[in-house]
Structures are given as C-alpha cells and as structure tokens.
C-alpha cells in the first residue's frame, strides 16, 4: 500500500490550517492587516487561482501612488510567504 495519497492530503490540510491562521494573525496583529489578508489567500495552499480581489490589493499596495513604506512592506510580505513554502500552489 502507498501512504504517498494519505501523506498528499495531510499536507494540504496542514497547509490550509496554517493559511487559517496565518490571517487570524493578521487580523489581531498587523498594521497592514489587509495586505497581510490579500497576500496570504492570494498565496493560499489551494490549487485554484487567486480572488481577483486579493490581486487588486497586491497591485494597488505595489503602484506608484504608495508611499515607499507600503511598497516595501508588500514586497517583504510577498518574498517572505514565497520563501517559507514548499507547495507549488503558494508559488503560482
């Protein structure tokens, strides 16, 4: 018997568990607590495309219009949850 399927599923169940928490964080923790949302179910451990509403928010944090500050917060966000991951899903 191959646990390759059983392990698969517990990796994604882990994954969304931790994307759960991750926004709980956000919401209690972060002074960019919409960016942090938009990032983490934008980067999410589902293999489906992202809310389009979640991509606007990364967008709009990234413009020109933004104080240097977001920028580089968003940047930081981003390149940090892309680091930390192993799951194709999160990458794309």
């Known amino acids: 018997m191959s646990s390759g399927g059983t392990q698969n599923s ?3 169940t882990l994954g969304a568990l931790k994307d ?3 926004v709980s ?3 209690i923790n972060s002074d960019y607590k919409e960016l942090d949302i938009a990032v983490v ?12 509403k979640h991509i606007r928010a990364i967008f709009a944090a990234i413009s020109a219009t933004r104080p240097r ?3 580089a917060y968003c940047i930081h966000a981003l390149a940090r949850r ?5 799951n194709w899903a ?3």
Do not use: G
């Open 10 to 12: 517990l990796r994604k």
């Open 20 to 22: 759960t928490t991750t």
């Open 25 to 27: 964080l956000a919401k």
């Open 41 to 52: 179910r934008a980067t999410n451990h589902v293999e489906r495309p992202a809310k389009e």
């Open 69 to 71: 500050a977001d920028v």
């Open 82 to 86: 892309l680091s930390k991951t192993h």
């Open 90 to 92: 999160v990458c794309v």
